[in-house]
């Protein structure tokens, strides 16, 4: 049966037992009376900064006056109560991170709709690992390498918060990261491809012509689609970081 | 201007927990007096939600308390209703009162409207 509030609170003030009669202990609290780590740093990311202290202490202070009774049920409480709070403050904080993700995310999933339909039997057939450690980690140490550790560092905190001010500087250095990225995934396919095109050409005879040259060329030629789809990503990105900078920029013009 | 200003129920019952909590007023003690009163359990979410929104309004003010050792050394954030606030409830609650008047609630079935003679279900 639902419990009611109204009894869960009467509940929760009858049955108080303190922990520590003698109350708590100076400095951070026991491992035992935090609550879990995960939901706590989810909350200071989707919480605005004014809100972050008022409303963690809150439910520090609920959850230990809960966990007298069951640390288990406290914590599914606490679960509870930041998924609520991430529901109701997500938009306001992170929608700009929300809108570039769920584009990311639509990207990708329509695009792996297409490669099934394209072939239903065998869908695994556009997945290539060794294409897949050509592209992806080498474009990322390009864009490293061309750029900064720390740029990585600024780059993957924009991705997190893109509403977080940062100089016009970071913003350039991060812009030019996802161009390099991008960039170098697009190369690094053309490049690929033509690795292909030439075993494929010096492996060619007369007898395996029909049988290998087009699943040959469909392999050679994967690295190329995930060039094009990491360039598509970071295009989107470093068009976000533009907007970001031009924004701020402004908005600092305005106030003086 | 005050007069414009409209508010709904979730933000009708919180301004008079507020009110009701007077020097205690905070996320936790709001949260408790809804669910001890009405039975109401919002999540903490949902309160600071509606908070937030009445004090951009200009019906509650806030400021920043102590920090104890169970909130683990954050501080308290104690709402106060504004003289907007307090007519805004006001003007709500003469508001409901006058919509109130004539009719009377028959136990499970319908409103009655004494002088016209017609029912609505309820």
Known sequence: ?256 | MAQDKFIGEMEHMVLLAVLRLNEQAYGSQIRQCLADTVDRDLSIGALYTTLERLEQKGLLKSRLGEATAERGGRAKKYFAITAEGQQALHRSKQALDRLWQGLALRQGASVTVPQNGMEFPA
């Open chain 1, 1 to 256: 049966m639902k419990q009611s509030g109204s009894e869960h609170h009467t509940k929760l003030t009858s049955a108080k037992r303190p922990l520590y009669p003698e109350g708590l202990p100076s400095g951070p609290l026991p491992p035992a009376l935090q609550p879990p780590l995960l939901c706590q740093l989810l909350l200071e990311w989707v919480l605005p900064d004014a809100l972050q202290e008022p409303v963690l202490g809150d439910l520090q202070e609920e959850f230990i006056e809960r966990q007298q009774q069951s640390r288990s049920s406290a914590c599914w409480w606490y679960r509870g109560q930041t998924v609520s709070t991430c529901w109701h403050f997500l938009h306001q904080t992170k929608g700009d991170w929300l809108m570039l993700v769920l584009s990311m995310v639509f990207f990708i999933g329509i695009s792996l709709w297409a490669m099934f339909v394209s072939n239903p039997a065998d869908p695994w057939t556009y997945y290539d690992f060794v294409s897949l450690v050509l592209i992806f980690p080498s474009a990322l140490l390009f864009a490293v390498g061309a750029t900064s550790r720390r740029t990585l560092q600024q780059a993957v905190a924009f991705l997190m918060n893109p509403g977080a001010a940062a100089e016009p500087v970071v913003y350039q250095q991060i812009r030019h990261f996802f161009d390099v990225m991008g960039q170098s995934a697009l190369l690094l396919g053309f490049f690929s491809t033509l690795i292909g095109v030439v075993a494929i050409a010096n492996a060619m005879t007369a007898e395996n012509f029909a049988a290998s040259f087009g699943p040959a060329t469909a392999v050679c030629l994967l690295t190329l689609l995930y060039g094009s789809g990491l360039k598509t990503l970071c295009y989107v990105a470093a068009q976000k970081v533009s907007f970001t900078a031009r924004e701020n920029s402004r908005n600092d013009s305005v106030l003086g």
